[in-house]
């Protein structure tokens, strides 16, 4: 039988030859939930997580009493946490590739609960310093999950908003964290800046698994990750932990052991860079090898995401160096209260609060180098503000002179996120937050490290120069005395430096010399900031013009 063949009309023939419509490919994902509340769910608990890493600061007195420690021993609650923070931070895109996205952060929140109820209960120091390796574990998976997951969930024109609400979180915590933990610590106990993450683990818990969703690309690589068989990179995975780990313990204890006059700290250095190289190469291998590397360094190729890190690291470093350097300062010379201290901060965080939505809305309608640079400049020219304090200011001029620097702040870490994004694929969103999270983890880490150790050596420094002028030879120095000597008891006639109430006259004179050579230490430290800061400005030269309304796979 011989084939019919049917003629179509050429209008029908032009409709055939059409490509078949796939709405998935025309239209982007978006998810079934407004993204707003997507956004509040996800910042509920990275809010709690970065608030606990700086609320434990001012209670470790009050726990090193509860728990029969010396506070040199308590400080390992804060380094066994940073620690295990810095490990996860960069490792968390690579454990979504197998168990999806939101399984990670729905882990991360429940152990993160779990470890600070355990933290809560501690009876003894090395149950809690375990405990907070745990939480660490839990907590270095929230930060870059959920900036991931609203990169993923905001359209490119309005993620610089959406980054507004994560920088809520992230910037605005460490400065209410202190205020907080000191209200907690003085009128309650210790143990509730533990027991008070609990609740709120569980309605982050019960809102993540009701709203968040893993976009297509995520559900994709997890299938292909589960098809192939899970091979997790143990090897990778023990120079990852090894290099930042060692790295991370090196500043926090660095200070109090004098670096390399230390055996322990010289061997954890030498442990890092070993490690850290051998990472490097093992991660180039993996790349070459076509197996999915922990550490994705093919992002560095890009200019904006390059430097991009850089600044972030910068941010973190200004940001905590700060947040140490200020509340130190008015507790140590000017006799602030932990609490007192704190309120000092707590103005900033407001102001903060204010601003990022507003800079989150100018993203979208200002070239965000411009946003940088403006940011970095405000940054120069507070700390340069900052200089001018002394001993007798007063609480006032300190919110004030916060408050100037925390609106600089705010118009660095959303344009610099924003920036990092750009030319990036949708499949590597995960990579970014996590290597921009720990640039900021790390900053945070050398700028606390430095402020503590810039404040002993200079001030040192200062008092061997000062203290050349307290002796008998100086005319004004024995003035000094026999006026004080009269004040606390004794006779001006005579000699000043013998008699009753000359020693007392001395020593009240040292004292003052200390507290001038440490006011003198710290004005050091805000000038050695201010000039780095002022360094970054060229480096925004470097960066591409960003395309209008980028999107995240326009570098694919």
């Excluded at 700290?265 to 190469?281: D, K, R």
């Excluded at 007192?340 to 900033?348: R, Y």
């Excluded at 937050?433 to 001030?459: C, D, H, K, Q």
């Amino acid at each position: 039988m011989a084939a019919t063949v049917v003629e179509l009309p050429e209008a029908q023939l032009s409709e055939a030859r059409k490509p078949e419509h796939h709405p998935a490919v025309d239209r982007p994902w978006r998810p079934r939930i407004n993204p707003w509340i997507v956004a509040m769910t996800v910042t509920l608990a990275t809010f709690m997580e970065v608030l606990d890493s700086s609320i434990a600061n001012v209670a470790l007195p009050h726990i090193a009493g509860g728990l029969g420690a010396t506070q040199d021993e308590a400080t390992w609650v804060l380094t066994a946490y940073l620690v295990a923070n810095a490990i996860i931070l960069p490792a968390g895109a690579y454990m979504t590739t197998f168990i999806g996205r939101k399984k990670f952060y729905m882990i991360c929140v429940a152990l993160f609960g779990i470890s600070s109820a355990l933290c809560g209960f501690a009876p003894s120091l090395p149950i809690l310093i375990f405990c907070r390796i745990l939480q660490g574990v839990g907590g270095g998976g929230l930060a870059p999950s959920e900036q991931a997951i609203l990169a993923d969930t905001f359209p490119p024109e309005k993620r610089g908003q959406a980054f507004a609400m994560y920088g809520l979180a992230v910037v605005c915590a460490p400065a209410i964290g202190p205020t907080l933990g000191g209200y907690i610590t003085d009128n309650f106990d210790w143990r509730w800046i533990f027991f008070l993450n609990v609740p709120i683990c569980l309605i982050s818990l019960f809102l993540t698994s009701r709203i968040v969703e893993d976009p297509p690309w995520v559900k994709k690589q997890v299938e292909q990750s589960q098809k192939g068989g899970i091979k997790l990179d143990f090897l990778g995975f023990g120079l990852l932990g090894l290099t930042f780990g060692s790295l991370e313990f090196i500043l926090d204890k660095g200070q109090e052991d004098d670096w390399f006059s230390s055996g322990l700290i010289t061997f954890f250095t030498v442990a890092m860079v070993v490690a850290f190289v051998s990472m490097i190469w093992w991660e180039l291998k993996q790349l070459r090898d076509g197996h999915r590397p922990i550490l994705n360094l093919t992002l560095f190729k890009r200019r904006n995401f390059s430097i991009s890190f850089l600044l972030m690291f910068v941010l973190g470093f200004s940001l905590y160096g700060t947040t140490i350097l200020i509340p130190q300062f008015v507790q140590t010379l000017l006799g602030y209260t932990a609490e007192l201290a704190g309120l000092v901060l707590s103005p900033a965080g407001l102001m903060m609060m204010c601003m990022m939505p507003v800079v989150g809305i100018l993203v979208g309608k200002v070239d965000p180098r411009k946003l940088i640079a403006y940011g970095f400049v405000m940054l120069t020219l507070s700390l340069f503000t900052m200089h001018t304090l002394n001993l007798g200011v007063s609480y006032g001029y300190l919110v004030f002179v916060r408050c100037f620097q925390a609106s600089g702040l705010a118009f660095l870490f959303i344009p610099i996120n924003t920036i990092a994004y750009i030319g990036v694929k949708q499949s590597e969103n995960n990579d970014v937050s996590g290597l921009t999270n720990l640039a900021r983890n790390i900053g945070g880490s050398v700028g606390t490290a430095f402020v503590a150790t810039m404040l002993t050596r200079r001030t040192a420094n200062h008092e061997t120069h000062m203290v050349r002028n307290l002796t008998s030879g100086n005319q004004a120095f024995m003035n000094q005395v026999a006026k004080l000597k009269g004040m606390f008891g004794g006779h001006t006639s005579g000699n000043p430096m013998t008699g009753t109430g000359s020693h007392t006259a001395q020593a009240y004179l040292y004292n003052e010399l200390h507290r001038q050579a440490g006011m003198l230490a710290y004005l050091d430290i805000i000038q050695y900031m201010a000039v780095f800061c002022a360094c970054m400005l060229p480096f925004l030269f470097f960066i591409p013009r960003p395309p209008k309304h980028a999107s995240p796979s326009a570098g694919h």
